[in-house]
């Protein structure tokens, strides 16, 4: 059996995961050293051999799953009778920590709302969009990888425990709903924060904040979003958005984030 590439594995599966590979076979075992096995909290794709000596390596991810800071490291196993095997072998397994990963939350299905979903598609990243209008939360216009999520945006952002790996894209149908949810999203430290709209309207919903939170306003939020570019086209701004969200934020590490200010 030719073992699976990490490509094959990690592409679409659920994170955080532990990719788990044979990297060594003494003896005899039930997979070539470079079998390799994807495991998540509530399951698991390819295999390393089965049986017994599967079972513990899939406790020994999981547990590093739970572990609050986790590390790469090489465990070795003897393929005995106490563990159910008879291969008589040792093998060495590379126990891989991979992180969930950074997700663009996407307030608005709107027009800029679909051509950013689909500017991103195919990147590493995870892609939320929220609507409560059930003829825009229309999943045959997101890429097909994109959440829509079709509930009010507000109360979903206020239940999220959103953070550094996580940016907030407001671009809804309503300047009210957009105002009810900045308010709520400058509480969350969240890695990315941008409004769509003009400097104009990044005055007026500044001003309507009491003093104390127009710092958190001049420290964390993008109004208008995205890089400057001379054009109201929806896949241009959704172009210009995405490059500042790759520059800002994807693509730097979150224990640094970039200052971002309008």
Known sequence: MEPLALSELAGDLP?????????????????????????????????????????????????????????????????????????????????????????????????????????????????????????WADASAFPPKAKILRADPVVLARAAGYGPLDAACVMTNDHELDFALVDVLLDKPVGYLGLIGSMHKARVFRSRLPPPRRTLWDAAMRCPIGRKIPSKNPKAIAVSVAAELLEKWAYRTPSKPAAIKA
């Open 15 to 135: 994170r955080p995961g532990v990719l788990c590979t044979l990297a060594k076979v003494v003896g005899s075992a039930p997979q070539a050293p470079g079998a390799k096995m994807w495991v998540w909290a509530d399951g698991f794709s390819g295999t390393i051999g089965g049986g017994r000596f599967e079972a513990e390596v899939l406790a020994e991810a999981r547990r590093l799953l739970d572990a609050s800071r986790p590390e790469a490291f090489l465990k070795e196993y003897t393929l005995c009778r106490e563990m159910g095997q008879c291969c008589g072998g040792k093998a060495t397994v590379f126990f891989e920590p991979c992180g969930r990963r950074k997700a663009v939350h996407i307030f608005g299905a709107g027009h800029v709302a679909r051509a950013l979903a689909s500017t991103l598609d195919g990147l590493d990243l995870e892609v939320c969009i929220y609507d409560s209008r059930p003829e």
